[in-house]
Nanobody
Framework: QVQLVESGGGLVQPGGSLRLSCAAS????????VAWYRQAPGKQRELVAD???????SYADSVKGRFTISRDNAKNTVYLQMNSLKPEDTAVYYC???????????????WGQGTQVTVSS
């Protein structure tokens, strides 16, 4: 019914920037809250940032001031702009979106496949 496709990951030097995208397709009626998570080797998946349907945002302390989450509802896409990247930002980044379809009364959570971000000299 719904697919989330993530893109924008790659290799970047410390201090560099990347913009991740998470695009929803399929039987999408509306997208409500969306969050970006990341998981580094040997660590649990952690919440990085989230954005509500009304546009309110929140961030993990470790990325506050460096990362920005945003959304383009016309494109069914959510972005994570990552600036001043550090080696400790290296992880697989996943988006999770609460999406309403015509198949269900309420929104359901969907995960993207993940995109690798590597920050290294």
């Amino acid at each position: 019914q719904v697919q989330l496709v993530e893109s924008g990951g790659g290799l970047v030097q410390p201090g560099g920037s990347l913009r991740l995208s998470c695009a929803a397709s399929g039987r999408v009626v509306s997208i409500n809250a969306v969050a970006w998570y990341r998981q580094a080797p040997g660590k649990q998946r952690e919440l990085v940032a989230d954005i509500t349907s009304g546009g309110s945002t929140s961030y993990a302390d470790s990325v506050k001031g460096r990362f920005t989450i945003s959304r383009d509802n016309a494109k069914n896409t959510v972005y994570l702009q990552m600036n001043s990247l550090k080696p400790e930002d290296t992880a697989v980044y996943y988006c999770n979106a609460q999406i309403k379809t015509r198949s269900y009364t309420y929104s359901r959570g969907y995960w993207g496949q993940g995109t690798q971000v590597t920050v290294s000299s």
